[in-house]
């Protein structure tokens, strides 16, 4: 059953989400946009900054399904 505080934290979640999808994106499109003579330390600061921002946006995915999840399960009895 879906309460408004659940409504309120799913919101809550799924900004974050919205936001860490954003962030991956601009992180991969500066990591994109690096040139054919970009310096070793360039290319692996951005190459690290694309992979933290997307596991970020998958952790916060993860919150998301486990949330919406936890809302479509019947809730279990003890016999």
């Not at 659940?6 to 991956?24: C, D, F, T």
């Not at 601009?26 to 070793?40: C, I, K, N, Y």
Request: net charge positive; with cysteine; proline share 3%.
């Amino acid at each position: 059953m879906i309460t408004v505080d659940s409504a309120i934290e799913l919101q809550v979640l799924l900004k974050r989400y919205l936001a860490a999808q954003a962030a991956s994106t601009r992180a991969q499109d500066a990591r994109s946009r690096l040139q054919a003579g970009t310096t070793r330390a360039r290319s692996t600061t951005a190459n690290a900054n694309w992979a933290r921002a997307a596991e970020h946006r998958d952790r916060c995915a993860d919150a998301v399904s486990e949330h919406l999840c936890a809302l479509v399960r019947p809730p279990v009895v003890a016999a």
